[in-house]
């Protein structure tokens, strides 16, 4: 069976990190951009990773460029914005792609694991989350218009159990 262990990104700084170094966490995975309407959910993460962070709980952000080009800049950029702006600590990656051909495979086998509305396994737009538990297997998606607060319920829960 394939989980969230079985994957490697390179994160923000250009460092590959295997995502083993999770196993074990809650952790809710998602892709981020800075000229976003949703941006300000940079906040709300933040405040979501920080309030549970010692329960065994992470964010893991993933700046995404392919819808409407709302995450133009490089990795230094997006790292200085997300500092300046939102004070963001919770670990950050290099720009990946989560739909299409270049898809990166942790975003293949979350949509697969938990396909969208209908069924759908594309990613829709900037911000869309997936909740792993501590066994490394997704829980359940949620969509970009889902605050990181109303979340706040099931990451305790999986932190509990």
């Known amino acids: 069976m394939t989980s969230l262990a079985d994957f490697s990104a390179v994160d923000i700084d250009g460092k590959q990190r295997p995502l083993s170094e999770f196993a074990g966490s809650v952790v809710l995975i998602v892709n981020v951009a800075s000229r976003c309407g949703f941006t300000p959910q940079y906040a709300g993460l933040e405040a979501l990773y920080r309030a549970h962070c010692d329960a065994g709980f992470t964010i893991l952000g993933f700046p995404c460029d392919q819808f409407r080009h709302q995450e ?85 829960a999986a932190c509990a159990g």
């Open 72 to 156: 133009p800049g490089d990795e230094a950029e997006i790292k200085r914005f997300c500092a300046l702006h939102y004070d963001v600590t919770f670990p950050m990656f290099a720009k990946i792609e989560v739909n299409g051909d270049n898809a990166h495979p942790l975003y293949r086998w979350l949509k697969r694991e938990r396909p969208g509305l209908l069924g759908t396994q594309s990613i829709k737009w900037n911000f869309t989350k997936f909740l792993v538990g501590r066994d490394g297997q997704p829980i359940r998606r949620y969509g970009p218009a889902d605050k990181p607060g109303a979340i706040a319920p099931a990451v305790v």
